[in-house]
């Protein structure tokens, strides 16, 4: 979905990489440790610096987390409800949308975070962020009935650089 819109743009394509799952993964162990989670309101920087650092990145805050999340009334869910929910959290975060269900996706005044938005085309004018593309993994954690999913990306600006890129691999 991501890449489609970045098409449509005209942007190069995120690429999947071995090297950001992995960075997926420690980030959302670190939202599960310390039991955090989209309900804290916000991100868990301290957690995301760890991450990178232990990934070979030289990153002093978030750069590399785009975050979405939901709520489920029961312990378990299915392959189809967790689909639905990573796409609802993708359209929030590609159309500024901060409702937390459909039921007022009509309302106007529901779109107003565009930053989401501007990390996912590239388009934030931050040397951190920006890139001709990013390479790409997702994770999700869960603590008690919030699941936040991290979509977390790296751009290329910051796998070439020296400064910020000591031992990364994509």
Known sequence: M???ARADLKLKPWKYSSGVQTLAN????EYTQNKRGINNGSHYVPGIVRACQKNGLNLEDNYVEDMAGFTSPTPKMTMTAMK???YFGLKQMMFGYVGSNEKGRNKKNNYREWEH??????TQGSKNTD????????????NGKVYSMHFISVPTFVVNSSKYNLSFRP
């Open 131 to 142: 890139g001709d593309y990013n390479y790409f993994g997702f994770s999700v954690s869960k």
């Open 2 to 4: 991501i890449n489609e």
């Open 26 to 29: 420690d980030i959302a162990k």
């Open 84 to 86: 639905k929910n990573i």
């Open 117 to 122: 938005a501007g990390d996912l085309f590239n």
